[in-house]
């Protein structure tokens, strides 16, 4: 059953320190999208990828935030250093473009991050 | 720029009633719209979709219905269920592909 597999599940730390969520997409899905969700906010798209290509990660802060694939089966979400407002669940979500194909996300379970 | 927002955050049903949600949407350009569920402590999971050349979609137990000239999109779900309640969300893609914008979500309660 091909799902989207995220890592940790949850995430207490401290402010100030490094925290990196990983996140392997559904094998043969070419996007992959990092979502923030608050009560506030709702959901967010930090970034997302096409091919392990970055296409849009305007909706991340990026003096603190980076987000990379170094690989076909691997997105990281990294923030250093964490602050108390990135409290939050950070989805990633895995979809299928090829041949101009539009259609559902498949969303992994999520990360859920405090920082105290 | 794309918006997609739901008119109401909340909504509660009696089990076996019929449940509807509704969305607006502020963009027009849009190849498709789509229902998510989440439950709680999960991620959201891919309902129905339907292309915006149609009209209705149904599924098993829901309907999906868009009506473009008031830019209004609407899931009715019947016979409600307990495991119906979730948060549900509309989302509808830009024109980047893949893309999707998502609404801020309504809250489902079923009480038996």
């Known amino acids: 059953d091909a799902r989207v597999t995220q890592t940790p599940r949850h995430k207490v730390t401290e402010m100030g320190q490094e925290v990196t969520m990983r996140c392997q997409p559904i094998?043969?899905?070419?996007?992959v999208f990092w979502y923030r969700q608050t009560m506030m906010q709702g959901l967010e798209l930090l970034a997302y990828?096409?091919?392990?290509?970055?296409?849009?990660d305007s909706g991340m802060p990026k003096d603190r935030f980076s987000a990379e694939m170094p690989d076909a089966t691997l997105a990281t979400l990294k923030i250093q250093p964490s602050e108390p407002r990135d409290s939050a669940v950070y989805f990633c979500?895995?979809?299928?473009?090829?041949?101009?194909?539009?259609?559902?996300?498949?969303f992994g379970e999520g990360s859920r991050l405090t920082v105290l | 720029g794309e918006s997609v927002g739901l008119h109401l955050p909340t909504l509660s049903v009696q089990e076996g009633d019929n449940s509807i949600i509704n969305c607006a949407y502020s963009?027009?350009?849009?190849?498709?719209f789509i229902w998510y569920k989440q439950e709680s402590g999960k991620g959201p999971q891919f309902i129905i979709d339907i292309r915006s050349n149609m009209d209705k979609r149904q599924g098993q137990r829901v309907t999906v219905l868009l009506n473009k000239t008031v830019k209004h999109l609407s899931l009715q779900i019947a016979a409600t269920q307990p495991g119906d309640s979730a948060v549900y969300f509309c989302a509808k893609g830009g024109s980047t592909l893949g893309r999707l914008y998502f609404g801020r979500g309504t809250q489902l309660t079923v009480w038996p």
């Open positions: 094998l043969g899905h070419n996007t």
């Open positions: 963009n027009s350009a849009s190849d498709y």
């Open positions: 979500a895995s979809g299928d473009t090829t041949g101009g194909r539009t259609g559902e996300l498949f």
């Open positions: 990828f096409r091919n392990r290509a970055p296409l849009d």
